[in-house]
């Protein structure tokens, strides 16, 4: 005797090799032998040979018609031998039953599985529903079908093009259309990346790059909701003085201005004068949320987001010939330029003029500054002499002045655009230390330290950088940054670009006029906006990176490139002479760091933003300087010893480090 018979959702055949009341032995067609509950078992036969009876079954399950079968079964719940009786005859054959079975089984839309062999058929609207939904998946089906063909010929699917911008940053897994990429991808064996940049998906990788940014931190877009400016208090006691900032031309976030002040005993006065977006606005207010909730500005090459709207920043920049409110540092120094006294004010500042670099960078540079008199005569000549010699007073009162160290150029980048819409990029060095970049630079580390000092002191909560053994963290209380040579140092210079510093501001001006800080001490709201800034500053700066990287590669396209210097960092890791580039160069060769060679160019990703090169020579190691040794340990230059790379006019560029 031979049994058909129910196991984890399918029908086997197989003779009885024993029974009892609750469990059989049975050997199938192979061989096999195991044992079974009784309940499982549907039916029994003979005179079928085992191989033949489930093909012989499942040919006449798929003539049974299941809408027939649905009509004839009604709505209360059978047993399949009811339905065999009702559908074939009053004695149906062990096959009949047992092609009805799989019939009723396979079709779980138009019966419900009840258990040992029990169905009810489903209610007509919920049948109609089902059908519905398959005759759906058998359109969508087709479609991703000649969807994959088209892709894997290399075309791009018409329907395919309105959902580019969401398959390449933002997939949803469960549409089709994801769905027949991923499929065509498989079947290429490519990435669905590669897949659709080989069908035309990514014209443009600069726009591809910025739309991936874009998808991920602006997927609102980067307009701004209407806010109401802050009204400044109008009872700010004029500061007297007359002060200048210095900047790039293309820059508008103007946060901070200098003045210098010869005091009647001999002394002299320097005034830093930061912008005062702060002041005047109610908590939570509307540009308070826009800034927590964009938390810097985005500096690229050729663009950039700002953090605050346009509005607001032309009421607060420092901008020449205005007076504008500030918060105040003033420091005395003495005729050999050591501060002696300080003291931090709000007021109404006098800027009497915007100075640009590319202004002062043929008279205020290394060769006119050492001259005993200073060189030829400029406006500010005087100011800018004395801040320069305070500026190297402060470094080596730091401890990093050295005069024999050989810095590394900065980069800044150019997109010049032309009549067509095409794009040429240029990159030029910028000398890193230059008496402009150095005087700016050591006094707002002198402010931003003075201030971190000040909040300390005050028991007010506040956002500072620390560094220890090569490492920048940012933290609540106020720690050394050794990298800077000082015991503490909060970011608050750069209000109008920066999370941080606006809401050191805050606090700071809390203090000043002796009212509760906006963030109390342990406050978690303060823990979360140091948390939320240090995660998209950073990735801020990753994408400035990626922006910078595919300049760097399309300038070696644009200009012919075919072979270049570059210095091993560490492994395969080089630095580009001439470029602030630095990319890991797939088989080279073990080489000592510091090492020079010559590189082939032969291959450009832009995708992955990468370089394959070819090793031509190699010279001989040459001693790494410090910096260097922070970027071997971390394959990137430390935050504190790099300025970022910023464009020219009409791009803003990126503040620099210290500020």
């Known amino acids: 005797m031979n049994v058909f018979y129910e196991e984890s959702g399918d029908f086997k055949v197989a003779a009885i090799m024993s029974e009892s009341d609750a469990n059989l032995q049975i050997e199938d067609a192979r061989g096999k032998r195991s044992k079974i509950k009784a309940v499982d078992v549907r039916l029994r036969f003979d005179k079928i040979a085992l191989a033949d009876f489930m093909p012989q079954a499942q040919a006449m399950a798929e003539q049974l018609d299941l809408d027939f079968l649905w009509e004839v079964a009604g709505t209360e719940e059978f047993g399949f031998l009811e339905l065999a009786r009702e559908y074939y005859s009053p004695n149906p054959t062990a096959l009949e039953q047992a092609a009805l079975v799989v019939r ?142 210095i900047d790039d031309a293309a820059t508008t976030e103007i946060d901070d201005a200098l003045s210098v002040t010869v005091l009647p005993d001999g002394n002299t006065r320097v005034g830093i004068h930061i912008a005062a977006p702060t002041l005047g ?77 590319h202004d002062l960078d043929p008279v205020f540079n290394e060769e006119t500054v050492a001259q005993p008199d200073g060189g030829p005569d400029y406006p500010w000549k005087a100011e800018l002499m004395f801040l320069w010699r305070f500026a190297i007073a402060l470094e080596i009162g730091r401890g990093k002045h050295d005069p024999n160290r050989v810095e590394r150029p900065d980069y800044s980048f150019a997109i010049d655009r032309d009549e067509a819409g095409g794009k040429r990029v240029r990159i030029y060095p910028r000398k890193r230390g230059s008496p402009m970049d150095k005087l700016v630079a050591e006094l707002m580390i002198l402010c931003n330290s003075t201030w971190g000092k000040q909040l300390a002191d005050a028991r007010i909560p506040a956002i500072y950088r620390a560094q220890a053994m090569g490492r920048v963290r940012m933290t609540t209380q106020p720690s050394p940054h050794v990298g800077l040579g000082v015991a503490q140092y909060s970011w608050a210079s750069s209000p109008l670009r920066r999370a941080a510093d ?126 260097e040794e922070e970027v071997a340990e971390a394959a990137e230059v430390p ?19 210290e500020e």
């Open 639 to 657: 935050e504190e010893l790099a300025e970022p790379a910023v464009a020219e006019t009409p791009v803003a560029p990126a503040p620099p480090a």
């Open 104 to 245: 009723l089984h396979g079709a779980p839309m138009y019966f419900y599985r009840k258990g040992r062999g029990r169905y009810k058929a489903a209610p007509e609207d919920n049948l109609r529903a089902a059908k519905s939904g398959m005759e759906k998946k058998a359109r969508e089906a087709a479609l991703m079908a000649e969807w994959q063909r088209e892709l894997q010929a290399g075309a791009l699917p018409e329907v395919l093009k309105s959902h580019i911008r969401t398959l390449l940053h933002r997939p949803d897994k469960n549409t089709i259309e994801w769905k027949a990429v991923a499929a065509a991808a498989d079947a290429a064996q490519k990435s669905p990346l590669r897949l659709l940049a080989g069908c035309g998906a990514i014209p443009d990788v600069e726009t591809w790059l910025l739309d991936g940014f874009l998808s991920e931190y602006f997927p609102k877009g980067t307009g701004f909701p209407a806010m109401e400016l802050p009204a400044a208090p109008t009872d700010l006691p004029d500061a007297g003085v007359r002060a200048f900032s």
């Open 502 to 627: 606006f809401i050191n501001q805050q606090q700071l001006v809390a203090m000043l006029q002796g009212t509760p800080p906006r963030y109390a001490p342990r406050d978690p709201m303060l823990f979360a906006a140091l948390r939320d800034f240090d995660q998209t500053y950073n990735a801020y700066a990753e994408f400035q990176g990626r922006m910078e990287r595919y300049w760097c590669l399309k300038w070696l396209e644009q200009e012919g490139v075919r072979e270049i210097g570059a210095t091993v960092i560490k492994e395969n890791l080089v630095r580009f002479d001439g470029l602030p580039l630095i990319l890991r160069i797939a088989g080279l060769p073990e080489l000592a760091r510091g090492t020079p060679v010559k590189l082939q160019l032969i291959s450009t990703d832009y995708l992955d933003l990468a370089l394959e090169c070819r090793l031509l020579e190699a010279g001989e190691p040459v001693a790494v300087v410090e910096e």
């Open 281 to 357: 606005m109610a908590a939570d207010a509307t540009m308070e949320q826009v800034v927590l909730a964009r938390l810097s500005t985005v500096y690229f090459p050729g663009d950039k987001i700002t953090m605050l709207p346009d509005a607001v920043v032309e009421s607060f920049t420092l901008s020449e010939g205005r007076d504008c409110p500030a918060v105040s540092l003033y420091v005395t120094v003495n005729p050999d330029l050591q501060v002696i006294a300080s003291e931090s004010r709000l007021d109404r500042v006098h800027i009497a003029a915007n100075l640009r670099h």
